[in-house]
Each structure stands twice: as structure tokens, then as C-alpha cells.
T-cell receptor, first 115, second 112 residues
């Protein structure tokens, strides 16, 4: 069984569209994350939820809206997609929030290409 | 910005040991040192972590300097499958808002 799964794996869309990426973890973890890896391969934290509550919100345009319907799921909705949103988006989870310094488990990534 | 500095790239021959260094001069007393790696076209994966003592697991060993301002990830026998970007990470931020900051990492190339 895949521990952290993301759908879709690939997403190609036009500028201005709205799209969602879904993430699910079956590890029983309390904390989930979204990271963005751009073309230069820098991996940056975007958001984190603990028990469905937002605990980390980096400087991300408000076109990005995360939603956590339950502890096992963290979705990312992006409005009005721009060329600069093209990147690989990784979901991750950990047993506790990052101040507990526990291992984070990453999904396989969603490759988003905005044309 | 990441609190760690690593060489951009390193090369190793297959079947030989690899020592990947990391400097973290501003580490605090309660910061664990974490290592992750990212294989091509995959998400990062956990390798090892430690606080003060050297650590071993099935993947690697972690040697931590006595003053904790640097550490070294040791792959005892590099294989082609170990070619990846290796990240040395400390938690960053203030209490209640800690997060992991991934720096540029070290790209390890393993030569057959």
C-alpha cells in the first residue's frame, strides 16, 4: 500500500484555469504538508495542517487554497493558474507537527505544467 | 534560507564509501540533524537523523561533530541506486512555527 499518494501524477492545463491536487496518507499521521519544487529544484514548504488545522502558511499567493477534510487528506486548489505555477508539488505527512522533529514521508509528486 | 551548507555536487565510484559533509554552525542544542535524499523524479525520502551521538541504520551512518556544528552522512558502499540529491536539514523558525527548510543539497553522482 502506498503510504502517501497524490492525484493526479501529471496535470497540464491552460493559464487562467482552476485545478485541484489531492493527497491521501494511510499512515495515521496527524500532520500533512504541501511543498513546491520549482524548475531550479528548490523545495519549499507551502502549507501544513495538523489535525485539520492550518499551522504553517508560507508566503503563498491566495490563489492557492489548501483544504483538509480529515486528518488523512490534504487537497490543494489553485485558482487562475499562471505560468509560474508550473512545478512539481509534493505532499508529505508526519506523525506530529515539525517542531517534534519527526520523519516526514513524501508522496510521489504532481507535475503541473501551465501553458 | 536553509541553516545548513553543503557542497553542490560530489562524485563517487561504485562500491566505495561516500562521505557527504554538512555545516550547521548555528544549530541549537535541541535541533536534530536530518538527512533526506531525492532520487530522480521521486519525492524526498528519509535517510537518517541524529542529535549528538553517531547513528547507524540500514541505509547509512551519521557522524556528528562533537560541537555539533557539522555532520557527515556516510554511505558505506555506494551503488548506482544511491545517485540522488542529499539534503541535510535542521528545523527552522520559532517555537510553534517550526518547519523544515530544504537547501540546495548535494547531488551525488555514482560512477560505474
Amino acid at each position: 500500500d502506498t503510504a502517501v499518494s497524490q492525484t493526479p501524477k501529471y496535470l497540464v492545463t491552460q493559464m487562467g484555469n482552476d485545478k485541484s491536487i489531492k493527497c491521501e496518507q494511510n499512515l495515521g499521521h496527524d500532520t500533512m504538508y504541501w511543498y513546491k519544487q520549482d524548475s531550479k529544484k528548490f523545495l519549499k514548504i507551502m502549507f501544513s495542517y495538523n489535525n485539520k488545522e492550518l499551522i504553517i502558511n508560507e508566503t503563498v499567493p491566495n490563489r492557492f487554497s489548501p483544504k483538509s477534510p480529515d486528518k488523512a487528506h490534504l487537497n490543494l486548489h489553485i485558482n487562475s493558474l499562471e505560468l509560474g505555477d508550473s512545478a512539481v508539488y509534493f505532499c508529505a505527512s508526519s506523525p506530529s507537527p515539525p517542531w517534534a522533529q519527526e520523519t516526514q514521508y513524501f508522496g510521489p509528486g504532481t507535475r503541473l505544467l501551465v501553458l | 534560507d536553509a541553516k545548513t551548507t553543503q557542497p553542490n555536487s560530489m562524485e563517487s565510484n561504485e562500491e566505495e564509501p561516500v562521505h557527504l559533509p554538512c555545516n550547521h554552525s548555528t544549530i541549537s542544542g535541541t535541533d536534530y540533524i536530518h538527512w533526506y535524499r531525492q532520487l530522480p523524479s521521486q519525492g524526498p525520502e528519509y535517510v537518517i537523523h541524529g542529535l549528538t551521538s553517531n547513528v547507524n541504520n540500514r541505509m547509512a551512518s551519521l557522524a556528528i561533530a562533537e560541537d555539533r556544528k557539522s555532520s557527515t552522512l556516510i554511505l558505506h558502499r555506494a551503488t548506482l541506486r544511491d545517485a540522488a540529491v542529499y539534503y541535510c536539514i535542521l528545523r527552522d523558525g520559532e517555537a510553534g512555527t517550526y518547519k523544515y527548510i530544504f537547501g540546495t543539497g548535494t547531488r551525488l553522482k555514482v560512477l560505474a
